[in-house]
């Protein structure tokens, strides 16, 4: 397998974003149960709630936007209250979006040994991470890890088109060029099926794929025509063993 350029994922990949997303949401979710109180259904059922809002929002507000994640949890505030002919406080909403908004500022944090894999690379590397535009850059400059990329991709979809159009953009050729990140939906198979190769980086947070989940969707057989192009590896520091 001959790599000349890679194209990396960030959340989950370099840094551990899973937990960072869902801490919020559970902070928001509380907030809907103390003021509905028997009236709230579990929390669980607030944050699916929430993510079937934002799954239908993704294509018009951008994936997890600044806009879109907290106003999820507004709107769900606002049906339960109806449910329970509740008048809203606005009080509480105001305090639901501040909850969720929290996702935006903290601190991250990069997976052991990132920093040292990156400076090892020593081929074209090419950021390609999905989000809204303000957060992803907040997370690259939080970590630092800007310095270490040739260029940065922060797009709002992640198929098939989008790494089309990142090869022809950047010059690169498909068949020496790989996509390395954790999810099998945006990072693995659009890439494979735009003709590069794919390492699917295996974590602890893989069980946490939130489009996937309300999907009811796997990802784990790749087909027998990508076999060749694709490898699993445990962690984003095994990729050197395959770039040399």
Same mark, same amino acid.
């Given at each position: 397998?001959?790599?000349?350029?890679?194209?990396?994922?960030?959340?989950?990949?370099?840094?551990?974003?899973?937990?960072?997303?869902?801490?919020?949401?559970?902070?928001?979710?509380?907030?809907?149960?103390?003021?509905?109180?028997?009236?709230?259904?579990?929390?669980?059922?607030?944050?699916?709630?929430?993510?079937?809002?934002?799954?239908?929002?993704?294509?018009?507000?951008?994936?997890?936007?600044?806009?879109?994640?907290?106003?999820?949890?507004?709107? %769900?505030?606002?049906?339960?209250?109806?449910?329970?002919?509740?008048?809203?406080?606005? &009080?509480?909403?105001?305090?639901? +979006?501040?909850?969720?908004?929290?996702?935006?500022?903290?601190?991250?944090?990069?997976?052991?040994?990132?920093?040292?894999?990156?400076?090892?690379? @020593?081929?074209?590397? +090419? *950021?390609?991470?999905?989000?809204?535009?303000?957060?992803?850059?907040y997370k690259i400059d939080n970590t630092?890890?800007?310095?270490y990329f040739d260029h940065i991709e922060?797009?709002? *979809?992640?198929?098939?088109?989008?790494?089309?159009?990142? %090869?022809? &953009?950047?010059?690169?050729?498909?068949?020496?060029? %790989?996509?390395?990140?954790?999810?099998?939906?945006?990072?693995?198979?659009?890439?494979?099926?735009?003709?590069?190769?794919?390492?699917?980086?295996?974590?602890?947070?893989?069980?946490?794929?939130?489009?996937?989940?309300?999907?009811?969707? @796997?990802?784990?057989?790749?087909?027998?025509?990508?076999?060749?192009?694709?490898?699993?590896?445990?962690?984003?520091?095994?990729?050197?063993?395959?770039?040399?």
């Amino acid at each position: 397998m001959e790599i000349k350029s890679c194209l990396i994922d960030l959340d989950d990949c370099l840094i551990p974003n899973a937990h960072t997303y869902y801490l919020p949401q559970l902070d928001a979710a509380k907030l809907i149960c103390i003021d509905l109180m028997w009236n709230a259904p579990y929390p669980t059922t607030i944050i699916k709630m929430a993510t079937d809002i934002q799954l239908a929002n993704i294509k018009e507000l951008g994936y997890i936007s600044k806009v879109c994640f907290p106003l999820s949890y507004v709107k %769900v505030y606002e049906e339960l209250c109806a449910q329970s002919n509740k008048e809203p406080n606005h &009080k509480i909403k105001g305090a639901i +979006i501040d909850a969720a908004s929290k996702f935006f500022l903290q601190e991250y944090c990069l997976f052991d040994g990132v920093l040292d894999t990156l400076k090892a690379i @020593t081929i074209p590397k +090419i *950021m390609v991470t999905r989000g809204d535009l303000d957060i992803q850059n907040y997370k690259i400059d939080n970590t630092g890890l800007r310095p270490y990329f040739d260029h940065i991709e922060i797009v709002n *979809m992640k198929n098939t088109e989008t790494y089309l159009d990142i %090869v022809l &953009k950047y010059g690169l050729d498909q068949a020496t060029t %790989v996509m390395i990140g954790d999810s099998y939906y945006n990072d693995i198979l659009p890439a494979l099926e735009a003709g590069l190769h794919a390492f699917k980086v295996s974590s602890a947070l893989d069980s946490v794929d939130w489009e996937k989940e309300h999907r009811n969707e @796997t990802h784990e057989d790749i087909p027998e025509k990508f076999r060749d192009k694709y490898i699993k590896i445990k962690n984003f520091n095994e990729i050197v063993n395959y770039l040399g």
